[in-house]
C-alpha cells in the first residue's frame, strides 16, 4: 500500500504562485508514476502533470505546461507542483496519485493510489 498525503493549497491571487507537495510513505518502491490531478466543481478530474518515479521523464497537460512545472525529490518521497501565473480558471481540488503500472496515463481510473486533495483557490 501507498499512503500520500498532500499540502501546500490555499487561496492566491491571480497571477500569484503556490507549490504543492505530495508526501509518499508505504511501499514506495511499487510506483511507478506519480502526477497531479484536479477536478473543479461540477467538472471531470483532470490530469495536471505527472512524473516517473525513478528518472526524470514528465508529462503535462498541454495548456499548463510553462505555467506548471512538476517535480520529485526522492530522498523525501516527495512530488511537488510548482504553479506560477495562476489564474481563477485553476480553482480546484488538487489530488496526487500514484500508479503501479503505467508511465505517462492521463486517465485517473489507471491510478492505484490517491491522497484527499489539497484546495487550491484564484481569486481574480
Known amino acids: 500500500q501507498v499512503q500520500l498525503v498532500e499540502s501546500g493549497g490555499g487561496l492566491a491571487q491571480a497571477g500569484g504562485s503556490l507549490r504543492l507537495s505530495c508526501a509518499a510513505s508505504?511501499?514506495?518502491?511499487?510506483?511507478?508514476?506519480a502526477s497531479w490531478f484536479r477536478q473543479a466543481p461540477g467538472k471531470e478530474r483532470e490530469l495536471v502533470a505527472g512524473?516517473?518515479?525513478?528518472?526524470?521523464?514528465?508529462y503535462y497537460t498541454g495548456s499548463l505546461k510553462g505555467r506548471f512545472t512538476i517535480s520529485r525529490d526522492n530522498a523525501k518521497n516527495t512530488v511537488y507542483l510548482q504553479m506560477n501565473n495562476l489564474k481563477p480558471e485553476d480553482t480546484a481540488v488538487y489530488y496526487c496519485?500514484?500508479?503501479?503500472?503505467?508511465?505517462?496515463?492521463?486517465?485517473?481510473?489507471?491510478?492505484?493510489?490517491w491522497g484527499l486533495g489539497t484546495q487550491v483557490t484564484v481569486s481574480s
Open positions: 496519485a500514484a500508479d503501479k503500472s503505467h508511465y505517462g496515463s492521463r486517465l485517473a481510473k489507471d491510478y492505484d493510489y
Open positions: 512524473i516517473r518515479w525513478t528518472g526524470s521523464s514528465t
Open positions: 508505504g511501499d514506495t518502491f511499487s510506483i511507478v508514476a
